[in-house]
């Protein structure tokens, strides 16, 4: 228990980049209690090396059902503390997140446009407020047939996530990678509200919100429907942007931007 609390400690203080040494020196810009109240050096580096999550004799046999074999259990148990630890507020965000790794592993991805670029990728169910997260899973590309397979669309991800908020009443924001509008009936059905953007190629976009040489900068376009609309917005010169949203219901506009209140919200969210 000492050894993870250092860990929590280590990140508060943002030194999970830091050499080892420079946590545990004898000069007085080391993290006090690491060496003081918790343990040496040598043994923060023993435990490191020894840590393990599971069974290593069986693991191979497990890993032809399972690649996340090696932390499976250990990752579940974590996530349901989390789901169990903190009630999340009305508003909640899926997005994905790189965990900076370079180290052996068949399913680290490269994503040049994160700071880390190389890592394991996470969706995750977030607090809109609190940034808290309440719900994981790790992307392990295609898993063997079993009771670990399980389909990779965003459709699908955004359904397994939202599992702990059905029928809630809370609103999901989420980026165009995710949205559809079956996807929006489902979560309704759901009793979960989204607000999101949508790509300009979706099928279900009408004509009369297609990107246009002669929109104007500032101009809205609204489209209602039984319990959604949707809007298209050009912010800048060459740029505009179509959000989908079962949260709102008008075209309410902000008086001091002049901008419509569902891209205010979705900004906020």
Same mark, same amino acid.
């Given at each position: 228990?000492?050894?993870?609390?250092? *860990?929590?400690? &280590?990140?508060?203080?943002?030194? =999970? =980049?830091?050499?080892?040494?420079?946590?545990?020196? #004898?000069?007085?810009? @080391?993290? %006090?209690?690491?060496?003081?109240?918790?343990?040496?050096?040598?043994?923060?580096?023993?435990?490191? /090396?020894?840590?393990?999550?599971?069974?290593?004799?069986?693991?191979?046999? @497990?890993?032809?059902?399972?690649?996340?074999?090696?932390?499976?259990?250990?990752?579940?148990?974590?996530?349901?503390?989390?789901?169990?630890?903190?009630? *999340?507020?009305?508003?909640?965000?899926?997005?994905?997140?790189? =965990?900076?790794?370079?180290? /052996?592993?068949?399913?680290?991805?490269? &994503?040049?446009?994160?700071?880390?670029?190389?890592?394991?990728?996470?969706?995750?169910?977030?607090?809109?407020?609190?940034?808290?997260? #309440?719900? *994981?899973? &790790?992307?392990?590309?295609?898993?063997?047939?079993?009771?670990?397979?399980?389909?990779?669309?965003?459709?699908?991800?955004?359904? /397994?996530?939202?599992?702990?908020?059905?029928?809630?009443?809370?609103? *999901?924001?989420?980026?165009?990678?995710?949205?559809?509008?079956?996807?929006?009936?489902?979560?309704?059905?759901? /009793?979960?509200?989204?607000?999101?953007?949508?790509?300009?190629?979706?099928?279900? &976009?009408?004509?009369?919100?297609?990107?246009?040489?002669? @929109?104007?900068?500032?101009?809205?376009?609204?489209?209602?429907?039984? %319990?959604?609309?949707?809007?298209?917005?050009?912010? @800048?010169?060459?740029?505009?942007?179509?959000?989908?949203?079962?949260?709102?219901?008008?075209? %309410?506009?902000? =008086?001091?931007?002049?901008?419509?209140?569902?891209?205010?919200?979705?900004?906020?969210?």
């Amino acid at each position: 228990m000492a050894y993870l609390g250092l *860990l929590y400690l &280590i990140g508060i203080k943002k030194s =999970h =980049h830091a050499n080892v040494k420079d946590i545990f020196p #004898s000069y007085g810009t @080391r993290i %006090e209690i690491a060496s003081h109240a918790v343990m040496s050096y040598k043994r923060f580096l023993f435990i490191t /090396r020894c840590l393990i999550f599971d069974d290593k004799n069986t693991r191979v046999e @497990r890993r032809k059902v399972n690649i996340l074999a090696a932390i499976r259990e250990f990752f579940q148990a974590f996530v349901n503390n989390c789901k169990l630890s903190f009630n *999340l507020s009305e508003y909640t965000t899926i997005d994905e997140m790189l =965990h900076p790794f370079r180290g /052996r592993c068949s399913f680290i991805q490269y &994503i040049p446009s994160k700071p880390a670029k190389y890592g394991v990728k996470m969706f995750a169910l977030c607090d809109a407020k609190s940034f808290y997260t #309440s719900n *994981l899973e &790790i992307y392990c590309g295609k898993q063997p047939d079993g009771p670990f397979s399980a389909s990779n669309t965003p459709t699908d991800i955004v359904k /397994r996530l939202v599992t702990p908020i059905e029928n809630t009443n809370r609103n *999901l924001t989420i980026d165009n990678w995710y949205t559809s509008v079956p996807l929006a009936d489902n979560l309704l059905m759901k /009793r979960i509200t989204v607000s999101d953007t949508m790509k300009k190629n979706k099928a279900e &976009i009408p004509k009369e919100f297609l990107p246009g040489k002669n @929109r104007v900068v500032g101009s809205t376009l609204f489209g209602f429907q039984k %319990e959604k609309i949707m809007l298209y917005y050009v912010p @800048r010169k060459n740029k505009s942007v179509i959000l989908l949203s079962t949260l709102h219901d008008d075209d %309410e506009m902000d =008086h001091d931007t002049r901008k419509p209140q569902v891209i205010l919200d979705y900004n906020e969210t």
